[in-house]
């Protein structure tokens, strides 16, 4: 009995040793800056960033009182909705095709990792040089093949510039989310395609009965991480959008920004409030996204 | 940015944790220093310096050269960080958030720092010889309720550049002096068809606040009269209404001028030849001198007031109050005040003189002539008031939207004038 009651408490011990290193980790990186900006919303900071004492929950209550908010909230929603659904839909073809043995496939497959390999604030420089109206070269293109008439001011004209920055959005969504459903479609054994082809289903019956439910899993997890890095994502809109006054075009993120540092309010405290609420809402999206696909079925 | 900064804070934790002995070893430390800051006869061993990167060739290499000097000499290690513009704001306000303020701080604004009492003033870090060698206008541009705690750095002033080819081929034979021959010149230029834009004209979020500065001031108008922040007058809803019509009833200006920010747009066109007039400053004139591309003229701001006033901008470099550490930072800063030493740097970065003996030494040039010549009519922003920062992200983030297509300028106005009222009500 001894013998090995010793040996698991010793166990106990070398699992926490091993485990140390990560829970440091997690309590440095995740925790504790999570406390901070937990503290830092519940407090008032003046512009220069300097402390000034608690005032509990009345950053919020500003937060929700700012103009701005609407249009923001707003904005995040297509912003995130839109490139998450097309990234998907995207993907799922590409990743297709992907599949599929061709020549110069390796050649491909290195292409599409580019957009994501390269900074994000890169690839989004490279966007404002093509959209410029000056000297992009998306508008010449675009009259040479008669879709446009006169050209288009695409990141200054307020029709235009969520419709640009999405598409840079959907741009660098694509490497990542088509390589996850290429794995999932990798992971489908294949024999299942033998059995269906064997019950003579054609290929639309083949894909939609049985690749499309294998693949879901693969699916959830290309959307929750993509719900997540959309929402987040601060170089596109803060690049494409820098030259618009206002916060007309900003979503969370940029807008959190925008009042800590580069707006009249420039308040660390209110920002951090904002801060609070995106963690919140992100968690929440991804809860509601979960709870509509099933998740549980999913497992069982 | 959150998750960027918090990120940065994060880091610390986990070493500590991981290396027990370590985390003792500097707990010790740190009390050590602790006990060392606490004793007001000991003098700090290293001193932050943290300097606004002006630009990628002389920025870091002047200072890490003075840091170095400065260390043979005084023996106090310099942690010098060169920050790009675009992120200062941010790393500076973090740091006096965590409570880890540099020493010495070169920014665009001090007043709010020397209101929140983070600053020396000048009787307590420089000499008076130095403090008397500064140009007065600029002493008086770093002075806060009357005591000097932004020290001039640099200082630029805005002119008027014109393309000499487009001015000629449009027929205009002199650089406009007044509104009206401003309109008709830009009329003219843009009359010549192929893209061609008759005055560029930034107001988007990066420096609008230094544009509309210069045409406010040009009509009469401005920022403040006395202690009364009056950016809602009449003279300056005329200005206003000017810029916009130049964009939507005469248009002359490039498309999107409340989109348009100053250095990858407005100078930008210019630099490509497509524009006939913008509002320059003499780092400009350094880059189209370098590219060679466009013949250029500088010249008086065109003026409805009668005398053409143009944007002078002061930089500073602040001491931040820490203990110990007045001796050392008084070392750093006379170092850097030295007549050569100022001028070897302002000079290589193409901007103008702060001190006396800087204006002798830089007047034998010609390159910089206009620009010395346009000081003495030179207003500078109000920097003074604490409130600016403030108004100045405010203008910046709105005065855009009034030139707009169905802007509303006496709205913008007024709001901005709430807010600033607001901000000077101190919150």
């Not at chain 1, 990560?22 to 407090?43: D, N, T």
């Not at chain 1, 925008?258 to 951090?272: H, Q, T």
């Not at chain 2, 709105?398 to 913008?412: E, M, S, Y």
């Amino acid at each position: 009995m001894r013998g090995p009651r010793r040996a698991r408490r010793a166990t106990g011990w070398q699992a926490l040793l091993w485990l140390g290193p990560s829970l440091a980790l997690i309590g440095g990186v995740v925790a504790y800056p999570a406390a901070q900006l937990i503290r830092a919303s519940l407090s008032q900071y003046s512009v220069t960033g300097l402390y000034q004492g608690s005032v509990g929950l009345r950053n919020y209550a500003r937060l929700l009182r700012q103009e701005a908010l609407t249009t923001v909230v707003a904005n995040t929603v297509v912003w995130v909705t839109v490139i998450v659904v097309v990234a998907l839909l995207m993907s799922l073809g590409l990743a297709q095709f992907l599949d599929k043995r061709f020549p110069g496939r390796r050649l491909v497959r290195w292409a599409l990792i580019v957009p994501w390999a390269a900074s994000l604030i890169m690839t989004s420089k490279l966007f404002v040089w093509i959209y410029d109206y000056y000297f992009g070269i998306l508008n010449p293109v675009l009259q040479s093949l008669g879709v446009l008439d006169h050209p288009v001011d695409w990141l200054g004209d307020d029709s235009t510039v969520m419709g640009a920055m999405i598409t840079v959005g959907i741009f660098v969504s694509l490497p990542f989310t088509t390589y996850v459903l290429l794995a999932g479609l990798q992971a489908i054994p294949p024999d299942v395609f033998e059995a269906a082809r064997v019950d003579g289903a054609s290929a639309w019956r083949t894909y939609r009965l049985v690749t499309f439910p294998l693949l879901r899993p693969a699916l959830l997890v290309a959307a929750v991480l993509n719900i997540i890095y959309v929402f987040n994502s601060f170089p596109i809109v803060w690049t494409l959008n820098d030259r618009n006054p206002g916060f007309g075009h900003d979503t969370m993120i940029t807008y959190m920004y925008k009042i800590a540092f580069k707006s009249s309010l420039r308040d660390v405290g209110l920002a951090a409030a904002l801060g609070v609420v995106n963690v919140l809402l992100i968690l929440l999206a991804v809860l509601v996204y979960l709870r509509s696909v099933r998740w549980h079925a999913q497992e069982a | 940015m959150c998750h960027r900064r918090n990120g940065k804070e994060g880091d610390i934790p986990v070493r500590r944790l991981r290396l027990t002995p370590l985390l003792l070893v500097s707990a010790v430390a740190a009390l050590l220093l602790i006990a060392c800051d606490r004793n007001p006869g000991a003098n700090v061993t290293s001193i932050k310096v943290v300097i606004a990167d002006y630009s990628r060739d002389h920025t870091r290499p002047f200072w890490q050269i003075l840091s170095e000097t400065y260390t043979k000499q005084t023996g106090v290690k310099v942690d010098l960080q060169v920050v790009d513009w675009n992120s200062i704001d941010q790393q500076i306000t973090t740091m006096i958030q965590n409570n880890q303020p540099p020493d010495v701080l070169n920014l665009n604004s001090f007043s709010s720092y020397a209101k929140d009492g983070l600053l020396h003033s000048a009787d307590q870090v420089m000499s008076v010889k130095t403090k008397d060698d500064f140009l007065a206008t600029f002493t008086r541009g770093g002075e806060y309720q009357g005591k000097l705690y932004g020290f001039p750095i640099l200082s630029s002033a805005r002119a008027f550049f014109y393309n000499k080819d487009l001015l000629a081929r449009a027929g205009v034979g002199a650089p406009p002096k007044t509104w009206d021959e401003f309109v008709r010149a830009a009329q003219r230029v843009q009359a010549l068809g192929k893209g061609t834009i008759g005055y560029a004209l930034p107001l988007g979020p990066e420096e609008a606040q230094a544009e509309w500065s210069v045409w406010m001031w040009n009509n009469g108008g401005d920022w403040k009269s006395g202690d009364r922040w009056m950016i809602n007058s009449d003279k300056n809803l005329q200005t206003l209404q000017f810029l916009s019509d130049l964009a939507n009833k005469h248009k002359v200006t490039q498309v999107n001028p409340g989109k348009t920010n100053r250095t990858d747009g407005a100078f930008q066109l210019f630099k490509d030849g497509k524009v006939g007039m913008v509002m320059g400053f003499s780092p400009l004139a350094k880059q189209l001198d370098a590219e060679g591309k466009v013949n250029y003229g500088v010249a008086e701001m065109p003026t409805n007031a009668g005398t053409a006033v143009t944007l002078a901008v002061e930089d500073y470099l602040m001491a931040f109050k820490k203990p110990g550490n007045q001796e050392a930072v008084t070392k750093f800063l006379e170092l850097y005040y030295q007549p050569e030493t100022i001028t070897r740097w302002i000079t290589a970065e193409g901007f103008l003189p702060v001190t006396k003996s800087g204006l002798d030494r830089m007047r034998a040039d010609p390159k910089v002539k206009p620009y010395l010549d346009a000081l003495p009519n030179a207003k500078l922003v109000p920097t003074t008031d604490a409130a600016w920062d403030k108004v100045k992200l405010d203008v910046q983030q709105n005065i855009g939207l009034a030139v707009q297509p169905g802007g509303n300028p006496k709205q913008v106005l007024d709001q901005l004038q709430r807010n600033a009222t607001a901000a000077a009500g101190g919150r």
